[in-house]
């Protein structure tokens, strides 16, 4: 193709046609110039591609992460709400006794736990560069922005309570929870009455705190789904 443009060139310039030469010429640099631009858009085209696919592919994987955090949620919730429903019934009651069920509920906690592995790699990689959806960007961020404050909240206050009271309550009912399996009520004295009265309600108040946030979290955790799976579309 190249050796044919030069032959035209040449048999324009040698039968003095300069005129039609330049149009030629113009005409040659036009095409060439069509053709670097097809070229550049193609490229663009295909470099589109390859990032909407790596965008969706780690999408897709956000959302099984997310999953997992939902299930980690809901058994927290499970949790904390049976909890706060054992110890309200110990406190309402006026009793010196307590369950071993309450007593087990009331040693014992569940942590979150946030799946950000993906996040991580979307954080490090970019990737949420490639992503239009401004409103959906501000989602992913704010979600896990709220999952480490949930989780900086029971690392910093409820695991310590917890850790407090399951040692004073071992130490005076001489109780192994790994082992622990009587169903009948615990006697309690005036004097532990008095002290694990004071640790139920910190703990109740605490399941109830902890409930709420879970519900909040999950709330935009659902939101966070629908918002992913609709750019997945």
């Known amino acids: 193709m190249i050796k044919v443009f030069r032959k035209i060139r040449q048999d324009l310039l040698s039968e003095g046609k300069t005129g039609k030469y ?5 005409g040659e640099i036009l095409l060439v110039v069509i053709g670097i631009l097809i070229a550049l858009q193609l490229n663009v085209s295909r470099e589109n591609h390859s990032n909407q696919k790596k965008l969706n592919k780690y999408l897709s994987l956000l959302v099984e992460d997310l999953e997992k955090d939902k299930s980690s ?22 009793n010196l006794k307590l369950s071993s069920e309450t007593i087990k509920y009331a040693a014992r906690w569940r942590n979150f736990l946030i799946h950000k592995s993906t996040y991580n790699s979307i954080q490090s990689s970019n ?26 909240y029971e690392n ?21 929870l790994l082992y622990y399996k009587d169903n009948t009520n615990i006697e309690l004295t005036a004097e532990e009455d008095s002290i694990f009265y004071g640790y139920f309600t910190h703990i ?3 399941a109830a705190l902890e409930v709420r946030n879970y519900n909040k979290l999950k709330e935009e955790l659902d939101n966070l789904s629908v918002l992913i799976k609709m750019e997945l579309k």
């Open 22 to 26: 330049l149009k030629y010429a113009f």
């Open 73 to 94: 949620l809901l058994e927290c919730i499970e949790f904390d709400s049976i909890k706060n429903q054992l110890l309200n019934q110990y406190i309402d009651s006026g």
């Open 127 to 152: 990737i949420l560069e490639l992503l239009d959806n401004i409103e959906l960007q501000n989602s992913i961020s704010e979600y896990y922005a709220f999952a480490e404050q949930v989780n900086n």
């Open 156 to 176: 910093t206050h409820l695991n310590t309570q917890m850790s407090n009271f399951t040692n004073e309550i071992l130490k005076r009912k001489r109780i192994n």
């Open 204 to 206: 109740r108040d605490i």
